[in-house]
């Protein structure tokens, strides 16, 4: 089935996120030289608009927006040589199970690779086991290489698959404090949709960004926000601070703004990163930009600001407030792949490397996941469910009936009810839940 070496390797990835996007099409490129690039964009909650896409600064030689069902008879019709599964673990298992499915009885097949986006702080299991079954489950560190093969072991599945590899998106110029010239001293507080939770928490982080800009009015502080009102990310955001900066008593100083746009080119006028536990604390670390994790909130898992435990990056905005820069440990950044010493391109030399020898090898074993009607009786029916496949990884009944026709009446229709149903999800998110919540501490 893959396409013969006479021609550049055509590669599709499936992603249901902006962030996931940036991630499979980045690992991409990163694996394999030349490429012919067909994107997917997973039906959801969190497809990314085009501002997002735009945003992310990828792009592919086609991109359209599908189901599950849609993509796997794509992946029956089309021929490819690589599939990459930027999704959830939920979709990723049941697209194996799909793949698995449309490829029985074929002499060749693609390679399938998959992965995480980011820091792997929570689901370890879960995830993992979620993902097992593709030929390559990519890590994106030396401890999270380490960690996914004790999880396989610990349940006896095949660990061969588990790369080590680094985050895709690392790059940029290291940071040069003496190159600032005229531009402000720059601090940027990098938020995430999801973490923390609470209002209150929220509100305080963003409290303390004004009152760092109002200690230093030399200085420009950047609140950097992963969405606009009305997009989702890889995660539900209920508590937007776009709202809640109307809540800062005398509202945010005329140094202390929300700003958007590529994080990469926002490095770029860095001079302090400060977030929670993004993986924007990665790409800066890795451009060797001054790294704040804050510990204001505690140091817990709910937050994921312990897997920076022994980074030298923890600190309080206090502490950032009277002028301390972090200095981060080189043995914790070399185990998390963030290769500051310039040996980043080395990382991606197994990976590639597995890529060339199973497409070289034309023969392919059928897909096996894990996750079976026989070891996961009671969850994976329900997951295959999700996105309409039956247990044997075959369209429920109804499936098939979804068209697959472009015309631009069908895609504007289908635009319109899509845009209202997130409309309304966002409002159930956004206003319903968090009062449902409070009314059951009352």
């Known amino acids: 089935m893959p396409a013969t070496s006479s021609h550049r390797t055509r590669v599709a990835v499936l992603a249901d996120s902006d962030t996931r996007w940036k991630w499979g ?29 735009g945003e992310v600064g990828v792009s592919a030689d ?49 390679v399938v690779v ?6 792997v702080y929570e689901k370890l299991a879960d995830g993992l086991l979620l993902r097992h079954g593709a030929d390559l489950v990519l890590a994106n560190s030396r401890h999270d290489a380490m960690r996914f093969r004790s999880v396989y072991r610990g349940v006896g599945a095949d660990t ?3 790369v080590e590899t680094a985050l895709p998106f690392l790059g ?3 940071y040069d404090g003496n190159a600032r010239g005229s531009r402000p001293y720059t601090v940027v507080f990098a938020a995430q949709p999801s973490v923390p939770v609470t209002r209150a928490d929220r ?56 700003v958007y746009g590529h994080m990469g080119e926002v490095l770029d006028r860095t001079d302090l990163l400060v977030t929670i536990s993004s993986t924007a604390a990665l790409e800066s670390l890795h451009r060797r930009i001054p790294t704040a994790v804050l510990t204001d909130l505690g140091v817990r898992e709910a937050l994921g600001n312990h897997h920076f435990l022994g980074s030298g990056c923890l600190a309080s905005w206090d502490e950032l407030d009277a002028g301390h820069r972090p200095e981060p ?25 597995r890529v060339a020898a199973l497409l070289a090898d034309r023969s392919l074993p059928h897909l096996t996941p894990y ?56 409002h159930g998110v956004q206003r319903v839940a968090p009062v449902i919540r409070r009314m059951g501490e009352l």
């Open 203 to 258: 509100l305080y982080l963003l409290r303390r960004a004004a009152e760092h800009a109002r200690r230093h009015p030399d200085r420009e502080v950047q609140v950097k926000l992963r969405s606009k009102p009305g997009e989702h990310t890889t995660h539900i955001e209920e508590l937007p601070y776009q709202k809640l900066a109307a809540k800062i008593p005398g509202g945010l100083p005329a140094n202390c703004r929300l």
């Open 172 to 174: 940029g110029a290291p």
């Open 114 to 119: 998959t992965g995480y986006v980011g820091v």
């Open 25 to 53: 099409a980045l690992t991409a490129h990163r694996l394999v030289p030349d490429i012919a690039f067909d994107g997917f964009l997973l039906r959801g909650r969190a497809t990314p608009t085009p501002r997002q896409l």
């Open 371 to 426: 996750y079976t009607s026989a070891t996961a009786p009671g969850y994976l029916p329900g997951i295959l469910a999700r996105h309409h496949l039956d247990p044997t990884g075959e369209p429920l009944p109804g499936a098939s009936a979804v068209s697959e026709e472009t015309g631009g009446v069908r895609r504007i229709v289908r635009g319109a009810v899509r845009d209202a149903a997130r409309g309304a999800y966002r």
């Open 62 to 110: 086609s991109l359209r927006e599908v189901t599950a069902v849609e993509f796997l008879r794509t992946m029956g019709r089309e021929v490819y040589d690589v599939v990459v599964l930027a999704c959830v673990g939920g979709a990723v298992q049941a697209v194996l199970h799909g793949l698995a499915r449309t490829w029985a009885g074929r002499a060749m097949r693609p």
């Open 160 to 162: 061969s698959s588990v």
């Open 329 to 353: 440990d080189a043995l914790w950044l070399s185990c998390q792949g963030v290769a500051a010493d310039g040996a980043y391109e080395d990382a991606f030399t197994a990976a590639r490397e």
